[in-house]
Nanobody, 127 residues
Framework: QVQLVESGGGLVQPGGSLKLSCAASGFPLDSYAIAWFRQAPGKEREDVACISTDDEITFYGNSMKGRSAISRDSAKDTVYLQMYNLNPEDTAVYYC????????????????????WGQGTQVTVSS
């Protein structure tokens, strides 16, 4: 059974940092592209970052470009999202997702190509 479990969210002050984790099970993590998305109250889900199967390709959405870094630890079956210089507009539920197809040296920030999603972890940026 494919499972993605996000963790690491919480309350952080403006200007702070946070590292989210996405623990995968039920499939070989290093065979799939993985992405992070986020959804703020009343807003559509938006892309944050993605990473290819070989970890050589990463893309970042405009929302957190330059303030985030996606990485993968296949030995731990975990993908991470390190976020820096957070501001209140970054408050959202953050989700990780698995690409629909295995393999391929690419990743995408399109939501519709990801078929498995975690339950999300809440990030709140506030003083």
């Amino acid at each position: 059974q494919v499972q993605l479990v996000e963790s690491g969210g919480g309350l952080v002050q403006p200007g702070g940092s946070l590292k989210l984790s996405c623990a995968a099970s039920g499939f070989p993590l290093d065979s799939y592209a993985i992405a992070w998305f986020r959804q703020a109250p009343g807003k559509e889900r938006e892309d944050v970052a993605c990473i290819s199967t070989d970890d050589e390709i990463t893309f970042y959405g405009n929302s957190m470009k330059g303030r985030s870094a996606i990485s993968r630890d296949s030995a731990k079956d975990t993908v991470y999202l390190q976020m820096y210089n957070l501001n209140p507009e970054d408050t959202a539920v953050y989700y990780c997702a698995r690409y629909r197809l295995t393999g391929g040296n690419f990743c995408s920030l399109r939501r519709d190509v990801y078929t498995y999603w975690g339950q999300g972890t809440q990030v709140t940026v506030s003083s």
